[in-house]
């Protein structure tokens, strides 16, 4: 290692590359030119005596020296720029950002319509809209290369913080015409139905089945898949009925020839949360943008 001591604009540098895994987008982050990345870049490899950072594609992937060297300074430098932060309001206006938020593909058709009208007057600010696993979250708001997720209700650490933003009723969906579509829907008819059960699991029950099973009864399935879009498509054409969150069935039922039904029974709701990384928390760029998603009905 070359030396002891590291030109603070160069941790700077060293944690945009990382949160974004990629010296273009890095270099736009800092308002850099891609030449003064790369040089910057090369000076901290000389100080450490490592690549830090390894080309895979079109992504930078951090070495394993990079991700010790991050965890022991992320604290730090959180602080410093906590610090920075309070002396520089947000104004999306004028600011140049892109935000990073993992949404799952129903979330995306319910979140992203409003919050880009939302954004409309500020055409400096970008989103990318990213499905990652959840077991990965946690790990990608921790390391900045997720500003936000939204998902359903998942045990997080004490370093993740999380906020209610909506609670999505069940209701159940037939194709216009059927014979169940035109009167109110009782137990008696839900059970003599089939159903279909969206889930990214290949096996268990859905949350409504639980409610069912303390209710004493079970429900037959006959079709089993990942999403509710090709769902709702199976209902507009079959018998099936389709139990779903109210608020995407809303969108689907303006395109789709399906009449939407309250349940038989008090389901319990789908319970839609925001996540971020306390690190950054305060910072006013993201202080904002939660401000905006917590807007959105």
Known sequence: MAGTRLDLNLLHVFDTIYREGSLTRAAKALHLTQPAVSHSLSRMRDHFDD???TRQ???????PLARRFLESMKPGLTQIQGAVNQFHAFDPANHRKTYSLGLRDVLESTFLPQLMQRLNPYPKLEIVSKRIPR???????AAGKLDFAVDVLLPVSSQTSHELLRQDRLVVLARDGHPLASQTLDMKGYL??????VSSRTEGPGIEDFELSRLGVQRSIRLRCQHYYA??????ATDLLLTMPETYAKIISERASITIMNPPADLPSLDVHLYWHKAYGQEPALIWFREQLNAIQ
Do not use: I, K, W, Y
């Not at 594609?57 to 070495?63: A, E, I, L």
């Not at 077991?135 to 708001?141: F, G, K």
């Not at 003599?192 to 059960?197: D, E, Q």
């Not at 769902?231 to 507009?236: L, S, T």
């Open 57 to 63: 594609g079109n992504q930078m992937v951090p070495t």
């Open 51 to 53: 690549p830090l950072f």
């Open 135 to 141: 077991r990965d979250m946690e790990t990608q708001l």
């Open 231 to 236: 769902a709702c498509r199976v209902v507009e």
């Open 192 to 197: 003599s139905a089939r159903h279909v059960l």
